[in-house]
C-alpha cells in the first residue's frame, strides 16, 4: 500500500507560479502510475496531467505548455510544477497513484492524497 500527502498549494497572483509536491510512505512510487487531479465546489474531480512508471507524461489541455509533471523516485516524491497560473486554475489538487496507468487515468482504485488548497487571485 502506498500513503500520499501534498503539500506546497496557497495563494498566487494570476500570472505567477507555484509547485506542488507529493510524498509517499509505505512504498516507493517507482512501481506506480502517478497523477494530479484537481476539483471545485459542485464539479467532479477532473485529470491535470499524468506519468507512468517509465516517466512518459500526458497533460489536459487547459494546461499544456504551463504545468509539468515529473518524479525523483530515489526521492519517493512527484511534483507539479505549475506556471502562469490563471484563476481558472483554483481548485483542490489531488496526488493520485495507482499500478495501472489507464485505472489512474479513469480514477479506479486510485490512491488518493488527502488534497492542497490551490486558490489563484485576478
Known amino acids: 500500500q502506498v500513503q500520499l500527502v501534498e503539500s506546497g498549494g496557497g495563494l498566487v497572483q494570476a500570472g505567477g507560479s507555484l509547485r506542488l509536491s507529493c510524498a509517499a510512505s509505505?512504498?516507493?512510487?517507482?512501481?506506480?502510475?502517478l497523477g494530479w487531479f484537481r476539483q471545485v465546489p459542485g464539479k467532479q474531480r477532473e485529470l491535470v496531467a499524468t506519468?507512468?512508471?517509465?516517466?512518459?507524461?500526458n497533460y489536459a489541455d487547459s494546461v499544456k505548455g504551463r504545468f509539468t509533471i515529473s518524479r525523483d523516485n530515489a526521492k519517493n516524491t512527484m511534483y507539479l510544477q505549475m506556471d502562469s497560473l490563471k484563476p481558472e486554475d483554483t481548485a483542490v489538487y489531488y496526488c493520485?497513484?495507482?499500478?495501472?496507468?489507464?485505472?489512474?487515468?479513469?480514477?479506479?482504485?486510485?490512491?488518493w492524497g488527502q488534497g492542497t488548497q490551490v486558490t489563484v487571485s485576478s
Open positions: 506519468i507512468s512508471s517509465d516517466s512518459t507524461t
Open positions: 509505505g512504498r516507493t512510487f517507482s512501481d506506480y502510475a
Open positions: 493520485a497513484a495507482n499500478p495501472i496507468l489507464n485505472l489512474l487515468a479513469a480514477k479506479q482504485l486510485n490512491t
